[in-house]
Nanobody, 125 residues
Framework: QVQLVESGGGLVQAGGSLKLSCAAS????????MGWFRQAPGKEREFVAA????????PYADSVKGRFTISRDNAKSTVYLQMNSLRPEDTAVYYC??????????????????WGQGTQVTVSS
């Protein structure tokens, strides 16, 4: 069992930055792929970024490429999402997820087994 706790969300002006963190419990963090997803009001949950358990593969959604960076610190059992040049359309609840996910499935929310409670990110124009 893995428990995930996100933090770092908040209100920021367009063009600003936020860094989300997701702390995981358990001793097998390093063997899990980690993903960030988001859900805006009235919309379906969508993929944002993911990182393979090796750290060697980091796919991004086209809408965040060049602005967001995912990273992981296995010693701290934590995954991060650095978000720069934020836009109002980035406003959503951001969720982190963990699972033993193959490289081809990193972008699929159904491939993940564990989810955090979410953290709100609001970008004002």
């Amino acid at each position: 069992q893995v428990q995930l706790v996100e933090s770092g969300g908040g209100l920021v002006q367009a063009g600003g930055s936020l860094k989300l963190s997701c702390a995981a419990s358990g001793r097998t963090f390093s063997s899990y792929a980690m993903g960030w997803f988001r859900q805006a009001p009235g919309k379906e949950r969508e993929f944002v970024a993911a990182i393979a358990w090796t750290g060697g593969s980091t796919p991004y959604a086209d809408s965040v490429k060049g602005r967001f960076t995912i990273s992981r610190d296995n010693a701290k059992s934590t995954v991060y999402l650095q978000m720069n040049s934020l836009r109002p359309e980035d406003t959503a609840v951001y969720y982190c997820a963990a699972g033993r996910v193959t490289l081809s499935a990193l972008v699929l929310d159904q491939a993940y087994d564990y989810w955090g409670q979410g953290t709100q990110v609001t970008v004002s124009s």
